[in-house]
């Protein structure tokens, strides 16, 4: 079979995708493009609303405290805030660095070697984005104790805040820094690796051409 | 662009670009991956459609993004057995054409797609355009490369898969 009967082949009408096959498979992805933004919103939202609680719960203890407990002195109270502030401005980072690479990597028109890059970059955020993630919860194992002694000097917290404070938190960000680990090590570094390969891939030929 | 003129735009593109998308998933999967690969080809067009600006035609864009999709797909392990459930019950509503020709053609394309599923990713990428009739400067400008690099890229791949197919033509008779 040479080149030409192979083209023949390819035009037939049997290399055609048949009609009633891609309307279900287009059916099949309308019905998972709504599932995905109804997820994408809930999430969103849920982040968001867990943010929102907590800092505005902060905000009323500080401007209205409670005329029965010991009103906030920022001055001597100053961690709790911190901790607060660290999360938004890890989220303020995050969606900074996003619209810097959506900027960079917006173009459609480009070629594909040029999205293999953009798709590398994107990599190497997502592992930047980790390290912010991993350095935020080693700032907030560090400020636990200066909260918990703050709090305890005031007056607002006793002996059954250092469970929480010394035990629990530290192993639920255990847990989270060897899920981060995991995510790195099992989808982040092999897709690293693949994209740097098919990119090596061009490279390779283009300088075998080049010599040739 | 809003929700309805990207839907228009989308259902368009499929209805005159559908066979793009079957032969990048027939050459990029096999069995019921083809399906998942499909959905992403889909996803990446959807995506993609507000950002076609007009500058290049319709289908220069359309094979860029299925290519750089199928290039950068990952089969996923999970739900193996539910996706292949889907993806024989979907294989047996087709309606099957009876006629011993097509029969045959059907057969030599199952066995040409498995070649070029052989091939390394961008070379595989590089013969399929080629077969859907792409010129070497369309197909260098899609990839970045230098058109005589793509010609001497294919002309070692059409020797290799024409070598390939003139045994399996022997075994076909």
Redesign the interface.
């Known amino acids: 079979?040479?080149?030409d009967d192979?083209?023949q082949?390819?035009r037939?009408?049997?290399?055609?995708?048949?009609a009633?096959?891609?309307e279900?498979?287009?059916m099949?992805?309308f019905t998972?493009?709504r599932r995905r933004r109804r997820g994408a919103v809930i999430f969103m939202i849920w982040i968001l609303a867990v943010l929102t609680t907590l800092t505005v719960s902060l905000g009323r203890f500080v401007l209205s405290p409670d005329p029965a407990k010991p009103p906030m002195n920022l001055a001597n109270e100053w961690a709790v805030i911190v901790l607060l502030a660290l999360p938004w401005i890890c989220l303020g980072i995050f969606y900074q660095k996003y619209r810097r690479h959506c900027a960079a990597h917006?173009d459609?028109?480009?070629?594909?070697?040029?999205?293999?890059r953009g798709?590398l970059d994107e990599n190497r955020l997502a592992r930047d984005r980790q390290k912010w993630a991993a350095i935020l919860s080693g700032v907030m194992l560090l400020l636990i104790p200066v909260i918990v002694y703050q709090l305890r000097a005031a007056g607002k917290a006793g002996d059954e805040v250092l469970v929480p404070a010394f035990v629990m938190l530290p192993l639920l960000m255990g847990a989270i820094y060897l899920g981060m680990a995991w995510h790195r090590r099992w989808v982040l570094a092999p897709?690293q690796r693949?994209?740097e390969g098919?990119l090596a891939?061009?490279n390779e030929?283009?300088e075998?051409?080049a010599t040739? | 662009m809003n929700n309805h003129e990207q839907h228009l735009r989308f259902e368009r593109w499929l209805a005159d670009h559908a066979a793009v998308l079957h032969h990048v998933s027939n050459g990029f999967a096999e069995g019921a991956d083809r399906h998942d690969l499909m959905q992403e080809l889909l996803l990446a067009l959807w995506r993609a459609a507000p950002a076609f600006r007009g500058g290049a035609l319709p289908s220069t864009f359309i094979y860029r993004v299925a290519h750089n999709t199928a290039l950068t797909w990952k089969r996923a392990q999970r739900n193996y057995r539910n996706r292949l459930e889907r993806f024989e019950q979907l294989d047996a509503e087709l309606e099957r054409d009876g006629d011993a020709r097509a029969a045959r053609e059907r057969e030599t394309l199952e066995l040409l797609y498995a070649q070029i599923r052989q091939l390394p990713p961008i070379n595989r990428s590089l013969i399929l355009l080629h077969l859907d009739g792409l010129s070497y400067a369309e197909m260098a400008e899609l990839h970045g490369l230098s058109e005589t690099n793509v010609g001497a890229r294919l002309t070692r791949l059409k020797q290799k898969i024409s070598a390939a197919m003139k045994d399996v033509s022997h075994e076909l008779r």
Request: aromatic share 10%; charged share 25%.
């Open positions: 079979m040479n080149f192979i083209r082949t390819w037939s009408a049997q290399n055609q995708a048949p009633a096959h891609l279900k498979e287009k099949k992805f998972d493009l917006a459609y028109n480009r070629s594909i070697s040029g999205s293999l798709l897709r693949e994209l098919l891939a061009y030929d283009d075998a051409s040739r």
